[in-house]
């Protein structure tokens, strides 16, 4: 079974599952790609589940290429970094004293909120 690693970051999932299932086509396993399809998506930590039930939902991952899925996964990704740096902006304008705004902008560097 194929699972997220704690740590790992989502590029790095995506390119073992291509190496995984690269060995398993030239090993002649063959998978159908809604299966192909439904393991990645199984894969991704719990943070994902939200994304996984809209792509299931609004995606068919019978017809979907690998790559489709994972062009998908990806833009889910950079939306989902990309509402957390406007939620820290928000914060950091909000802000009226300097010395808060750094702290702030300092606690989102330091936990990178947006990786």
């Known amino acids: 079974m ?7 970051n989502l590029e790095m999932q995506l390119q073992l599952f291509i190496t995984l299932t690269t060995e398993m086509s ?6 159908p790609r809604s299966e192909v399809n439904k393991k990645l ?7 994902w589940d939200m994304n996984v039930s809209v792509i299931k939902k609004t995606k068919d991952l019978n017809k979907m290429l690998l790559a ?3 062009a998908v996964i990806k833009a ?5 970094k990309q509402r957390v740096i406007r939620g820290v902006l928000v914060v950091i304008v909000g802000m009226d004293n300097r010395r808060n705004v750094k702290a702030v902008a300092a606690t989102a560097l330091r936990l990178r909120w947006w990786q």
Do not use: Q, W, Y
């Open 2 to 8: 194929f699972n997220h690693v704690l740590g790992e």
């Open 68 to 70: 489709e899925t994972m």
């Open 76 to 80: 889910c990704d950079m939306n989902d």
């Open 26 to 31: 030239s090993a002649e396993i063959v998978l």
């Open 41 to 47: 998506l199984k894969s991704l930590p719990r943070s």
